[in-house]
Nanobody, 128 residues
Framework: QVQLTESGGGWVHPGESLRLSCAAS????????MGWFRQAPGKEREFVAT????????YYHSSVKGRFTISRGNAKNTVDLQMNSLKAEDTAVYYC?????????????????????WGQGTQVTVSS
């Protein structure tokens, strides 16, 4: 079993920055990708960004590309999400997600069902 521990989040004004971190622990075999999804009230959970734990390739939703940066942390099986130029529409609960097993194809990286493990979620609020 894999546990995900998230940190960061909070409330900021539009244009400001926040950093989210996530660490995976437990029995981890064949780690593949680790990333972030978000869910706003009344909306479905949507993909934000993910990174290959072996290799470091990164993938982003078009709405955050150029503003958000995902990276592998210094410790094994950790990821950071640096969020700059935040907008009101970025307000949501952000969930860390982890996938282990066979290397998944790129076209499936944004699918909720591609990830077996999820964090509890951390609130990000962008408001003036």
């Amino acid at each position: 079993q894999v546990q995900l521990t998230e940190s960061g989040g909070g409330w900021v004004h539009p244009g400001e920055s926040l950093r989210l971190s996530c660490a995976a622990s437990g029995q981890i075999a064949r780690p593949d990708v680790m990333g972030w999804f978000r869910q706003a009230p009344g909306k479905e959970r949507e993909f934000v960004a993910t990174v290959r734990l072996n290799g470091g390739n990164t993938y982003y939703h078009s709405s955050v590309k150029g503003r958000f940066t995902i990276s592998r942390g210094n410790a094994k099986n950790t990821v950071d999400l640096q969020m700059n130029s935040l907008k009101a529409e970025d307000t949501a609960v952000y969930y860390c997600a982890f996938r282990a097993g066979n290397r998944i194809i790129v076209s499936a990286l944004g699918d909720v069902d591609s990830y077996q493990y999820w964090g509890q979620g951390t609130q990000v609020t962008v408001s003036s």
